[in-house]
């Protein structure tokens, strides 16, 4: 089975540029969650998607959004770009199997995005 | 708030030799943790989790971690480490009810030394 996929993986934007990132979770699973992994601030949670929901969202502003699609195909946009958005973005799939507790989360390889 | 803590940053371990990776974590009720491995230029990959159960978790490519509920931890360890667990080391709390959102601790990187 595949695993997730991002696209692009490597991204060079000037500030006040918009960007979309891309993300195919594993065939079946329809919890996407994003992330952005920085030196300084770690690994922090944007937002996550389910049957075309968004279920959480982290503290990010709002320039940072997503979507998902009905074949649980995810995008996030960052709008107005800063230098700060430097960073690698995670996307990771999960199967919901019902309940409340936490599934286990399958990482794409990320996107590189370089603001200048 | 929930919050992971890895106090290392930086460890250096001999080939052979066995390791332990430290966190902790502030959480208000039953954690459910995981420990997950990043090598260089890669996305994350799962070792092991603990939602209930038996303290000692077993993972893979030879990695356990214990679940202190006293001392807030959840340390991972290997007893020999090789030259290809070289990478960076992730603890993560999940949250009942909040299923895609995993808190991450800072990370804790691994240099193994030949």
């Known amino acids: 089975k595949a695993g997730v996929t991002q696209t692009p993986r490597y991204l060079i934007k000037t500030r006040g540029q918009q960007v979309t990132l891309s993300c195919s979770p594993i065939?079946?699973?329809?919890?996407v969650s994003w992330y952005q992994q920085t030196p300084g601030q770690g690994l922090q949670f944007l937002f996550e998607y389910f049957s075309e929901t968004q279920r959480n969202k982290g503290n990010f502003p709002g320039r940072f959004s997503g979507r998902q699609f009905s074949n649980s195909r995810s995008e996030m946009n960052v709008s107005t770009l800063e230098l700060g958005d430097s960073a690698l973005y995670l996307c990771?799939?999960?199967?919901?199997?019902?309940?409340?507790?936490?599934?286990?989360?399958?990482f794409g390889p990320g996107t590189r995005l370089t603001v200048l | 708030a929930q919050s992971v803590t890895q106090p290392d940053i930086h460890i250096t371990v001999s080939e052979g030799a066995s390791l332990e990776l430290r966190c902790n974590y502030s959480y208000g009720a039953t954690p459910y943790l995981f420990w997950y491995v990043q090598s260089p230029g890669q996305g994350l990959q799962l070792l092991l989790k603990y939602f209930s159960g038996d303290t000692l978790v077993q993972g893979i490519k030879g990695f356990e971690a214990e679940f202190k509920r006293s001392q807030s931890s959840f340390n991972l360890r290997k007893p020999s480490v090789h030259w290809s667990d070289a990478a960076e080391y992730f603890c993560a709390v999940g949250a009942r009810g909040s299923q895609g959102n995993l808190i991450f601790g800072k990370g804790t990187k691994l240099s193994v030394k030949p």
């Open positions: 990771a799939s999960s199967l919901i199997i019902g309940g409340a507790l936490p599934n286990e989360q399958f």
């Open positions: 065939s079946g699973h329809r919890s």
